[in-house]
């Protein structure tokens, strides 16, 4: 193991048996036991420490206050979501709006998103852009668009179904050929008179 | 447009918002110059990342960061309440037993009439 290291001339050495060597090392001097043996016990030292990241649900008034300064805003208007159990922890409950709401002429940091850098993000983020769900106010009320689009849907409907039960179709009949059904064209024989066939009446 | 009602996925548009014309006491104007200075300082703090001339890598937003961690990580914050079961029982394994009786009755019953020969097999696509 230490030869690798103060090797002089151009040798290569096998970067992943020295991880695997190191790997078995730790853990047979790690106090963990089964799984927790197996996988880290550390975070690399790059990316945020714990203290930036989110936690759980802050219950003394001192943890809100960091908390929001944790998350860039102001303590008064930090509120976090409710507390029962259903996996949101400290996060902030941002209002639902949709980054289609935001000023387009303001001079974003990411444009596209219609946000500024550091700013927090609201749990449903990758709902709300603009290419999908959108909260802006709508032109016409929102039950007028409801009773417009399902009623020219269920008008639809029940005309097709009105179709399906009663078809209506121009009249059709089985088609009629001449020369007595074709008599002499399908194969009779030329002596023998065929049965007179009659296909209108006068 | 006066009558104009909000509904959940459609919001009240800002020139209708009663707070823009009546609510300005001064504590509420303070409190949008201490909205803006954070957002000012943050403004700053990404300026001099974005136009530092000896910056290599990317510029990482901690914000982000949070968020990412918050979405992949909710069962450390999981409890099993009343609702959580509720709903994990009925997303989980409801449909798991629900469908399978679904599917086969429906599939016993159709064998049931190929092999009664009452199965009958229409070409149109309505029914």
């Avoid at chain 2, 403004?43 to 949070?66: F, V």
Wanted: glycine share 6%; with cysteine.
């Amino acid at each position: 193991m230490r030869t690798s290291e103060y090797v002089k001339q151009q040798q290569p050495v096998n970067m992943a048996g020295v991880g695997f060597r190191r790997w078995a090392q730790a853990l047979s001097k790690g106090k963990g036991s089964g799984i927790s043996a197996l996988l880290s016990g550390c975070r690399a030292a790059s990316g945020l420490s714990k203290d930036s990241l989110p936690g759980p649900y802050p219950k003394t008034p001192e943890e809100r206050a960091a908390a929001a300064k944790k998350y860039n805003m102001r303590v008064e208007d930090y509120e976090p979501y409710p507390d029962n159990g259903e996996g949101f922890g400290d996060y902030p409950k941002l209002p639902e709006r949709s980054q289609q709401e935001r000023d387009p002429w303001y001079q974003w940091d990411h444009p596209d998103l219609r946000r500024n850098w550091g700013e927090p993000m609201h749990w449903d983020f990758d709902m709300y852009i603009r290419n999908r769900v959108d909260t802006s106010p709508s032109p016409v009320p929102w039950s007028t668009m409801c009773k417009q689009l399902f009623g020219f849907i269920g008008f639809m409907l029940f005309m097709f179904y009105v179709g399906e039960k009663f078809p209506a179709y121009q009249p059709v009949a089985p088609k009629q050929y001449p020369f007595n059904d074709l008599h002499l064209e399908k194969g009779g024989d030329p002596e023998k008179q065929a049965e007179e066939v009659k296909h209108y009446e006068i | 447009m006066a009558d104009y009602r909000e509904a959940p996925l459609a919001t009240r548009p800002k020139t209708l918002d009663p707070n823009e014309y009546f609510n300005l006491s001064p504590e509420q104007r303070r409190a949008e110059e201490a909205r803006g200075a954070v957002r000012a300082n943050l403004k700053r703090q990404y300026q001099l990342q974005l136009n530092n001339p000896h910056r290599k890598e990317l510029i990482e937003d901690p914000a982000l960061t949070r968020w990412v961690y918050a979405r992949a990580n909710p069962y450390a914050h999981f409890r099993p309440t009343n609702k959580t079961s509720l709903l994990g029982a009925m997303f989980g394994v409801v449909p798991l037993f629900a469908l399978y009786y679904i599917f086969k009755t429906d599939r016993d019953r159709k064998e049931e009439q190929i092999k009664a020969g009452t199965l009958e097999r229409k070409f149109s696509l309505s029914s």
